[in-house]
């Protein structure tokens, strides 16, 4: 009678991923604009060991362009790392789910607008809960841009924190 063995195998050996010369950086970052997704995506398997994620070539370019200098340069040292998810923890409370939502794309409260509108400079402070103009206080920023123009406009787009269509 023969007996089988119970024992898992062997995990496969960890990938390894290429040490990227320095003089080589600048090179490399300027072919991955022309390179064919085919190409980046092989790249992404030899510098991340892993298949490349199901998003955008911009996404998969830019990612690509962090790695090879990090591979080159060195990343973040540990502190920095730390110090950056203890923040990352002040902000969502240790929640992974926050973690994992994108952040509201509203500027962080303090920030200046600076709106130039038939040559007169228009500053907007935003707040926590608000906007400020002229010393009100102002619920969206189309109002602002309404109360500026006289006309309708969509207030994230007079500002200037999203594109027009087709631009």
């Known amino acids: 009678m023969t007996r089988r063995s119970t024992a898992a195998p062997a995990p496969a050996p960890a990938?390894?991923?290429?040490?990227?010369?320095p003089p080589e950086v600048l090179g490399r970052l300027a072919a991955l604009q022309t390179a064919p997704i085919v190409t980046l995506k092989q790249q992404w398997r030899e510098l991340y060991g892993k298949e490349p994620p199901p998003f955008s070539r911009s996404?998969?370019?830019s990612r690509l362009a962090y790695?090879?200098?990090?591979?080159?340069?060195?990343?973040?040292?540990?502190e920095t790392r730390e110090r950056l998810e203890a923040l990352g923890e002040q902000l969502d409370?240790?929640?992974v789910v926050l973690r994992r939502i994108r952040a509201d794309s509203?500027?962080?409260?303090?920030?200046?607008?600076?709106?130039?509108?038939?040559g007169v400079q228009h500053?907007?402070?935003v707040r926590q809960h608000d906007f400020e103009f002229e010393g009100r206080p102002y619920q969206s920023l189309s109002s602002i841009a309404r109360h500026i123009t006289g006309t309708r406009w969509n207030g994230w787009t007079f500002f200037g924190l999203k594109g027009r269509a087709g631009a």
């Open 15 to 21: 990938p390894t991923i290429p040490r990227i010369p």
């Open 59 to 61: 996404y998969i370019t």
């Open 67 to 78: 790695r090879i200098q990090e591979l080159a340069y060195g990343g973040l040292k540990r």
């Open 93 to 95: 409370g240790g929640n």
């Open 106 to 118: 509203r500027p962080l409260p303090g920030t200046r607008l600076i709106r130039e509108w038939q």
């Open 123 to 125: 500053v907007v402070t």
